[in-house]
T-cell receptor, first 109, second 117 residues
């Protein structure tokens, strides 16, 4: 079952912040975040593991609340290069990597 | 250079024909995945494999088949039973050993765009 992402889309001006949420109905072992530019393959951003470990990538960070089976991705001081579609992927006890429907981020100058 | 290669990049198929999409990786990864991408639906898992000669159905396996005879190869066959096969197909691999919860990243190929004509 696919995790649920929100919002579906967000439009930002350079320098603004945004939060993308990901939730699952199943207990999770890990959460992955990827970004895909139009016509390209998804690119890995970070992994979050059980234990609430928070990882960062430049000005993009994320958190994982395993009790609530939720993760959030934080885009801080957004840059034009942050535009793309962000996907969360989750791993539960069946070991399969399932992705959400994605959140399209558009950063404007 | 190590990586994951999908071929062909574009594929056209007539209705009623089976077609096989290739996915090869030289990263020595154990796990391999096939996803289908349609606008607004994200990446939906078709099949995945954690070890040679073993694979499991994902969320939308109907109308598809796979094999995993070699560690580096995980071809996907789109059969005539797939009602709406036109889509973008992505293959991925990761280092996760069998039975683990995959705490390493997945690497994606560049995808194959399949069109039924």
């Amino acid at each position: 079952q696919q995790p649920v992402q929100s919002p579906q889309a967000v439009i930002l001006r350079e320098g603004e912040d945004a939060v993308i949420n990901c939730s699952s109905s199943k207990a999770l072992y890990s959460v992955h975040w990827y970004r895909q530019k139009h016509g390209e393959a998804p690119v890995f951003l970070m992994i979050l593991l059980k234990g609430g470990e928070q990882k960062g990538h430049e000005k993009i960070s994320a958190s994982f609340n395993e009790k609530k089976q939720q993760s959030s991705l934080y885009l801080t001081a957004s840059q034009l290069s942050y535009s793309g579609t962000y996907f969360c992927g989750v791993i539960s006890n069946d070991y399969k990597l399932s992705f959400g429907a994605g959140t399209t981020v558009t950063v404007r100058a | 250079d190590g990586g994951i290669t999908q071929s062909p990049k574009y594929l056209f198929r007539k209705e009623g024909q089976n077609v096989t999409l290739s996915c090869e990786q030289n990263l020595n990864h154990d796990a391999m995945y096939w996803y289908r991408q349609d606008p607004g639906q994200g990446l939906r898992l078709i099949y995945y494999s954690q070890i040679v000669n073993d694979f499991q159905k994902g969320d939308i396996a109907e109308g598809y088949s796979v094999s995993r005879e070699k560690k580096e190869s995980f071809p996907l066959t789109v059969t005539s039973a797939q009602k709406n096969p036109t889509a973008f197909y992505l293959c991925a691999s990761s280092k996760a050993p069998p039975g683990t919860t995959m705490n390493t990243e997945a690497f994606f190929g560049q995808g194959t765009r399949l069109t039924v004509v």
